[in-house]
């Protein structure tokens, strides 16, 4: 069974554009932390800075995924092989992101004073 | 603290819960051979949409009330790490699930038919579910040190 051009661009586009908004995700959480007037700023805009971080990486997901979705989708033979790609992306971002979120917060909790 | 708010982190913890048997349920089937792409394509919806709501009640919540009133406790209290460690990373580390779990539904919906006959497709969601699952049970488990850090 073929995977239609239109069907495989929007997995890639959606993979794609969660591994950006966990990057972001992890990004801003540790930068906001260091750098307060960033955090100050989403609480301003946010009303709450984790709920700024939130609708940023959805408007974040929202506008990759769109643009990713003009680009055009290779050969049929490459297809799951670069969904694949996408997906262990993915995967290795969020591993990542957790574990670096994790480490910044032993630090700021147990080692930093 | 009020009823609705009472409620609503009854049902983050539910829903939360919820969502991760949905894709241990998912992962535990995409290991089989033949895969039973109806169930995985409504167990990643269940995921999916439990955790979104989660996000949205629990969310409510922790901007509303836990900052104000539950927080202080915490910090004031034996286990202040239970705020400073655990919710910290607990409330930026959620914001994956919500992420991973879309790519999940929305790959097995659109083409559950072709994962299983593609061996490198299909291990790469594998460990995809294994990662929403480990992370929806660190969620959990957490939520149960951070309650308890405010006695």
């Known amino acids: ?113 | 603290m009020s009823t609705l708010l009472k409620t609503f982190l009854a049902f983050h913890v539910i829903l939360g819960v919820a969502g991760a048997i949905a894709y241990a349920g998912v992962w535990m089937n995409l290991l089989k051979q033949k895969l039973p792409v109806r169930f995985l394509q409504w167990a990643s919806a269940i995921g999916f949409f439990s955790f979104l709501i989660s996000w949205v009640i629990g969310g409510y919540y922790y901007a509303i009330y836990y900052g104000k009133a539950v927080k202080p406790i915490i910090i004031k209290g034996q286990y202040p790490w239970g705020h400073s460690f655990f919710m910290e990373a607990k409330e930026h580390v959620f914001l994956f699930l919500p992420f991973l779990a879309a790519v999940m539904f929305v790959t097995l919906l659109i083409a559950g038919n072709r994962i299983e006959t593609e061996a490198p497709l299909k291990r790469a969601l594998i460990w995809l579910a294994g990662i929403i699952v480990v992370l929806g049970i660190i969620m959990a488990l957490s939520g149960v040190i951070i309650s308890g850090a405010v006695r």
């Open chain 1, 1 to 113: 069974m073929e995977l239609s051009n239109i069907r495989f661009t929007i997995i890639r586009a959606t993979t794609y554009a969660a591994a950006f908004a966990v990057a972001f995700i992890t990004g801003i959480t540790i930068t906001a932390d260091l750098y307060l007037p960033l955090k100050d700023w989403l609480k301003l805009t946010f009303s709450h800075h984790w709920v700024g971080k939130g609708m940023l990486a959805i408007v974040l997901f929202v506008g990759i995924s769109a643009i990713l979705l003009l680009f055009p989708a290779p050969k049929d033979e490459v297809k799951t092989k670069a969904l694949a790609r996408s997906t262990w992306i993915l995967v290795i971002v969020s591993l990542m992101g957790t574990i670096s979120i994790i480490a910044f917060f032993i630090y700021e909790a147990f080692l930093k004073h």
